[in-house]
């Protein structure tokens, strides 16, 4: 399975963004995707998940309100919408995938995902 995450860029301060992460290989029936970042000197943080049965999401509390993670069944592609961006969402965006249902309250656990995209930059000037 190969997660290809593209639509990073340079943006300014409450522009928007919408990144897509495509699935390839063993498409799996129901799983749970999701989005983390990682800032320099952070660590990883979780942005946004669904889980494909019921399209249940979940939100960092630093985006709700302003991204929003959606899917196109059709394309194995999950998206993440990003609003209002602020210069404190600069970061290295990785989509993630689990090949079955996650439970939502750990939607945040990056060590729940199988597989994961090689990342795409969002830089945000103020």
């Known amino acids: 399975v190969q997660l290809q995450a593209c639509g990073g860029g340079l943006v300014q301060a409450g522009g928007s963004l919408r990144l897509s992460c495509a699935a390839s290989?063993?498409?799996?029936?129901?799983?749970?995707m999701g989005w983390f970042r990682q800032a320099p000197g952070k660590e990883r943080e979780f942005v946004s998940a669904?889980?494909?049965?019921?399209?249940?999401?979940t939100y960092g509390n630093s985006v709700k309100g302003r991204f929003t993670i959606s899917r196109d069944n059709a394309k194995n592609t999950v998206y993440l919408q990003m609003n209002s961006l602020k210069p404190e969402d600069t970061a290295v965006y990785y989509c993630?995938?689990?090949?079955?249902?996650?439970?939502?309250?750990?939607?945040?656990?990056?060590?729940?995902?199988?597989?994961w995209g090689q990342g795409t930059l969002v830089t945000v000037s103020s």
């Open positions: 993630a995938a689990r090949e079955n249902n996650l439970v939502t309250g750990l939607f945040g656990q990056p060590k729940m995902y199988d597989y």
């Open positions: 290989g063993r498409i799996f029936s129901s799983p749970t």
């Open positions: 669904m889980r494909w049965s019921d399209s249940s999401t």
